[in-house]
């Protein structure tokens, strides 16, 4: 808006056809990218205009004005090694050793996280497990799993389920433990990863904003 100079959401419809309002676009970017942006933020940016646009009915071609966006760096990508994630447990509290130990055995992505509640995860049951000790020679008897079963994206598309090790879900009950013992009353609604609070004084919100829970008590996120 600020560079087309508009004052209203409207009038970025009202800028002339749709070649000409994606000329307006790939400026706009220029603009960006002068300002020192990073391309990933562009990339952010660019796909809240185009479905601002397709919200309206007008197609704008996001593949060709994508093209005029700087190239990202490619990184290597690979897992934490031990001694990396001994390192960031090691230096983490109890919420972090818990949420560090689901991310690492899960794969469950980050942005996951903030959405699940205490019943989203549960015991895995002996019968949905398959036995592949091919040590027992009686492949009858089931296999022992003490572990979690995580449902993430719940009631969504991207929805799937995830299997916690046993160490990690020990951590996530001593976690929960330690909420319980800090005076919170855990239900099934209430979320797996809570805000950050003080737990020498639990009645204190740290960050009230960001409490989300209906009944808003002072445990309800951390």
Known sequence: MEQCKVKEPYKLLEL???QQIEDRIISWLGTLKGSGKA???MKTALACVVFFYSCNRVKVENKYI?????KMLALPHRSPTKAE????IEAANLRGE????TL??????IGAIPELKLRRRRKVKPEELEHHDCRCKDRSRPQRFNGYLLNAYDGEEEQYFAFM???SSKWLDTYHKMRQNAGEVTGSNRPLFRELFDIERPEIVKNPSLCHD????PFSRA
């Open 85 to 88: 994630l001994g390192g960031i």
């Open 165 to 167: 090790s046993e160490e």
């Open 39 to 41: 391309t990933a933020t």
């Open 104 to 109: 690492a055995s899960t794969g469950v992505r």
């Open 214 to 217: 209906v009944s808003c008590s």
């Open 66 to 70: 994508g093209r005029r966006l700087p």
């Open 98 to 101: 818990a949420l560090a130990n």
């Open 16 to 18: 002339g056809t749709v």
